[in-house]
């Protein structure tokens, strides 16, 4: 990686300790409206569009269960949850934020969640004023794995696909910064690390702090 000019955040599981709520509260809804909800499926969901998180549960609820009622509960779950534990934001995260602006590195959101939950989360972090712009589900036809997000995201900031650096948590991120042509780095959370990752991933670290060593090492001078 020799230079970067951009650095693309996903959002849910990378920035903010979401993922576990999110399955703790779509669990009680689904519970609450009779079905099973295993963790392991919940694990085939992260990193994809909300169009598509309903189609997979229509499949486990049956052609025709509405939704609708089971989301509205889910919501007030998830709502119960952020009042009682609040927003947790991942480990390293505000330092890596802080070396980007001292390098006067750009930086951006680009998540499957839409563009309410990205405002609500920025806005109850704090860090609303920390990122110079976002790209929502809401925005691109085609949500991860498909490229768009990514390539939207360097579109706006008008920043080539090789001075860029994605960082993701989830293997559809992956898969969807790879298609663009721009390095991922993952920082694993729900998810363990697969070969399709280890193959395909720039690095794979622990936490956000370790990100920092490759953003220094692309701006150090060259003689």
């Given amino acids: 990686m020799k230079e970067i000019d951009l650095v693309v955040f996903d959002m849910d599981g990378l920035l903010f300790e979401t993922e576990k709520s999110y399955y703790e509260a779509l669990r009680a809804a689904m519970e609450s409206f009779g079905f099973d909800f295993a963790f392991e499926t919940y694990q085939q969901m992260i990193g994809i569009s909300d169009k598509e998180t309903d189609e997979a549960l229509q499949k486990i609820c049956?052609?025709?269960?509405?939704?609708?009622?089971?989301?509205?509960?889910?919501?007030?779950?998830?709502?119960?949850l952020?009042?009682?534990?609040g927003l947790g934001i991942k480990p390293g995260a505000e330092r890596l934020l802080d070396v980007l602006d001292q390098l006067g590195i750009a930086k951006c959101i680009a998540s499957s969640n839409n563009k309410a939950a990205i405002e609500r989360y920025l806005h109850v972090s704090g860090m609303g004023d920390r990122f110079e712009f976002y790209v929502s589900a809401d925005d691109v036809a085609r949500a991860k794995p498909d490229p768009d997000i990514f390539l939207t995201a360097c579109r706006k900031a008008g920043a080539?696909?090789?001075?860029?650096l994605v960082l993701e948590d989830s293997l559809n991120g992956l898969r969807a910064a790879k298609a663009a042509g721009i390095n991922c780095i993952v920082v694993p959370?729900?998810?363990a690390p697969d070969e399709e990752m280890r193959r395909n991933a720039y690095d794979i670290v622990d936490s956000l702090d370790e990100v920092i060593p490759f953003i220094e090492r692309a701006r150090e001078p060259r003689g």
């Fill in 82 to 85: 952020l009042e009682k534990k």
């Fill in 189 to 191: 959370d729900l998810l």
């Fill in 160 to 164: 080539a696909a090789e001075k860029t």
């Fill in 62 to 80: 049956g052609p025709g269960f509405s939704t609708v009622p089971l989301w509205e509960e889910n919501n007030r779950q998830f709502d119960l």
